[in-house]
């Protein structure tokens, strides 16, 4: 039986329009890959949890930061702030005090307690920018010294910048 012409056209219209229905939903649940991962080259580190354990995420955030400053990485703890919101201001202030501490994070275990995390963005940042939230670590490194680090998540992935500690 042939198709009718104004059943094609109806069928294709309805394709138009539903593709980028498809790709605005796409989009709205989406959620990018971190560009970061732990290195398997990289100085062995150990991250224990003081309460409990957070998610996959921001374990895999907290021993990356964790693993480039017990390499002495500095640039690379600061590239971590690439995708915070005016974060990059912060990276060069703590380049100075996150130095001394690299021999500090590679000589132990290095206790992190996280933070949940909050959204408490209007609805409209929430929709335009979704997979959005704000946390806080605080590390102790094995020789007791402290070290904070503010942390937010943009379209599901975590980024943070030490904060230079007080005194």
């Not at 198709?3 to 593709?19: D, E, N």
């Not at 001394?100 to 409209?124: C, I, N, Y």
Request: negative net charge; proline residues 6%.
């Amino acid at each position: 039986m042939p198709v009718s012409r104004t059943f094609r056209a109806a069928l294709l219209a309805v394709c138009a329009l539903s593709l980028p229905a498809a790709e605005a939903l796409w989009w709205f649940n989406r959620t990018d890959d971190a560009p970061y991962a732990v290195s398997a080259d990289g100085p062995r580190v150990t991250l224990a949890y003081d309460g409990e354990r957070p998610d996959e995420d921001v374990d895999t955030f907290l021993t990356v930061f964790v693993q480039r400053l017990a390499a002495g990485d500095v640039k690379g703890v600061d590239a971590l702030a690439d995708g915070y919101p005016d974060g990059s201001g912060a990276t060069q202030e703590s380049s100075d005090f996150l130095r001394p501490l690299a021999a500090s994070a590679a000589a132990g275990k290095v206790t992190a307690k996280v933070a949940g995390a909050e959204d408490a963005r209007p609805l409209s940042q929430r929709l335009t920018a979704p997979g959005g939230g704000t946390s806080q670590a605080g590390l102790t490194l094995a020789d007791g010294k402290h070290l904070r680090i503010q942390l937010v998540r943009e379209h599901g992935v975590w980024w943070g910048y030490a904060l230079a500690p007080v005194g």
